[in-house]
């Protein structure tokens, strides 16, 4: 089963910013954990800070994986071409971010792409991609 992790913005900085909000650990090193847990999933990662190249990465794998995960990041708030990637693509995708983006300033709590994914995984800190992939576990999916 091959699952695209994606992350947006500024997500490259993880265990260096925000640290009260984001936490201490890289992605990076908590990629390397999550591939240990899950030794049944091939567990693919893409980083970028620019918009196109996150639509870019899901048309890639959109029409093959068996799923994404999306941190959008700030890009969750404000960007219609990600709705609409979403929306154009085949694997079914599963929204996560790491903080409870609800309990956050007002311009957090509304998403432009929740509604093309499956579900919203917020608030559960890195936790929240593990328990994505419990989800895509779970479920036998094909792209149709
Ligand atoms: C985030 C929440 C967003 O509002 C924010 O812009 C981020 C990270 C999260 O994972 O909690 O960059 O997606």
Redesign the pocket.
């Known amino acids: 089963m091959n699952i695209q992790i994606i992350n947006?913005?500024?997500?490259n900085l993880l265990g260096k910013r925000e640290t009260s909000?984001?936490g201490s650990e890289s992605f990076e090193s908590f990629f390397e954990t999550l591939k240990k847990r899950f030794p049944t999933m091939l567990l693919h990662y893409f980083q970028s800070n620019v918009e196109g190249e996150l639509v870019n990465k899901l048309h890639e794998v959109g029409f093959s994986f068996d799923g994404v995960i999306l941190?959008?990041?700030?890009?969750?708030?404000t960007s219609v071409a990600l709705h609409d990637a979403i929306a154009g693509i085949k694997s079914p995708v599963v929204e996560?971010?790491?903080?409870?983006?609800y309990g956050?300033e007002e311009f957090?709590h509304k998403s432009l792409i929740t509604s093309k994914c499956v579900g919203m995984i917020?608030?559960f800190g890195l936790e929240?991609y593990a328990m994505a992939l419990t989800y895509f576990k779970g479920i036998q999916v094909s792209p149709s």
Request: without cysteine; glycine residues 16%.
């Open positions: 947006g913005p500024n997500l909000i984001y941190n959008a990041g700030a890009y969750t708030h996560v971010h790491i903080s409870n983006v956050r957090r917020t608030g929240g």
